[in-house]
């Protein structure tokens, strides 16, 4: 995973976590990969991997079974699509359009473009 310096890593490893989860990696109800797992797969540092899940679990889209490990709560798809449509919609929109304004594209091209 390659990071970003304008974000956080453990945010980046909760958005990968995320997209795991609106892909079906992970199902609703089904055991994820353990703290240490993850930390090993992404080659970071095992408390940034736990900040993740910690960030994850304040947003009740995973939750814990003591000695068991973190599991993905029920509804937690649909509770992460509404918010990154809320995001896309209220940061990346506006970000995009004053870009298209900024460079002159029109929405006409941007449609051919999508197509």
């Known amino acids: 995973m390659d990071f970003k310096e304008s974000k956080a890593i453990y945010l980046q490893i909760a958005d990968h976590l995320m997209s795991k989860i609106l892909h079906d990696t992970y199902k609703e109800g ?32 995973i939750f814990t079974k003591r000695g068991l490990g973190y599991f993905v709560c029920e509804g937690a798809k649909k509770a992460i699509l509404k918010e990154q449509r809320e995001e896309f919609m209220n940061e990346t929109l506006p970000e995009l359009a004053r870009k298209m304004q900024t460079l002159g594209i029109s929405v006409e091209e941007l449609v051919e473009k999508l197509k």
């Open 30 to 61: 089904e055991r994820m990969a353990s703290v240490r797992e993850c930390a090993a797969d992404l080659e970071v540092n095992v408390n940034t991997c736990m900040r993740a899940y910690d960030w994850l679990c304040q947003q009740e889209v």
